[in-house]
């Protein structure tokens, strides 16, 4: 089984500053680790993902984050944030053994994150 | 490029009654999933078909079912509504059901139970 806790609920900030979401999981298994996000009343969109090799992974709008397999973590990182950027965040595995985990993703409880002018 | 359709967007429902959601996923897709997220909630992972066969069960109330059908649209069908299965309902479609394989998220059906 898989847990994921995302430790800020909220996170303000303002506008260009750099910003980081903390995501820290849990497994039985080796995972694969995503971030997603979700705008007010739309579906979750795919920001990056971690398979395997570098454990530094650039997504899409600027966002990257970084693999930290000894301290269970996959923290999500912006330089400099836009005021489109404002929206709910979740981090998510996907365990790799075969069995149950096979292909369902685990959320954490996400993490809105608001950009002020 | 096509994307997941999910049908309808809303529904309004009375306790004890019954709701059907439908998922289309993306062309030439075969793997469907199905998640529920509660206000303020993180999406909860309820059930998912991999090429017209159920291949993974969570937190799925007994009250509700599903199938993948012949062209890979997928139903969720829920009887004996609740109060509290009032949620927004994503489905996710994936070419294969392995993990590497990335879920495109639909919109969502937001359903509320009066």
């Known amino acids: 089984a898989q847990s994921v806790t995302q430790l800020d609920s909220q996170v303000p900030v303002f506008e260009e500053a750099p910003v980081e979401l903390r995501c820290n999981y849990s497994?039985?298994?080796?995972?694969?680790l995503f971030w997603y996000v979700q705008y007010p009343n739309q579906g979750l969109q795919l920001l990056l993902k971690y398979l395997s090799g570098s454990t530094l992974v650039k997504g899409i709008n600027g966002f990257e984050a970084e693999f930290n397999k000894s301290q269970t973590s996959f923290h999500l990182r912006k330089p400099s944030v836009h005021i489109s950027d404002t929206a709910e965040y979740f981090c998510?595995?996907?365990?790799?053994?075969?069995?149950?985990?096979?292909?369902?993703?685990?959320f954490g409880q996400g993490t809105i994150l608001t950009v002020h002018p | 490029a096509a994307g997941v359709i999910q049908s309808p967007r809303h529904l309004i429902k009375e306790k004890r009654e019954t709701a059907t959601l439908k998922c289309y996923p993306i062309p030439r897709h075969d793997t469907v999933y199905w998640y529920q997220q509660g206000p303020g909630q993180d999406p909860q992972f309820l059930i998912s078909?991999?090429?017209?066969?159920?291949?993974d069960k969570g937190s799925i109330p007994d009250r509700f079912s599903a199938q993948q059908f012949s062209d890979y649209h997928s139903e969720l069908n829920m009887s004996s509504l609740e109060l509290g299965d009032s949620a927004l309902y994503f489905c996710a479609s994936s070419f294969g059901g392995g993990p590497k394989n990335e879920q495109f998220f639909g919109p969502g059906t937001r359903l509320t139970v009066l």
């Open positions: 078909f991999y090429e017209k066969m159920q291949s």
């Open positions: 998510a595995v996907r365990g790799i053994a075969g069995g149950t985990s096979y292909g369902k993703l685990t």
């Open positions: 497994s039985s298994v080796s995972v694969y």
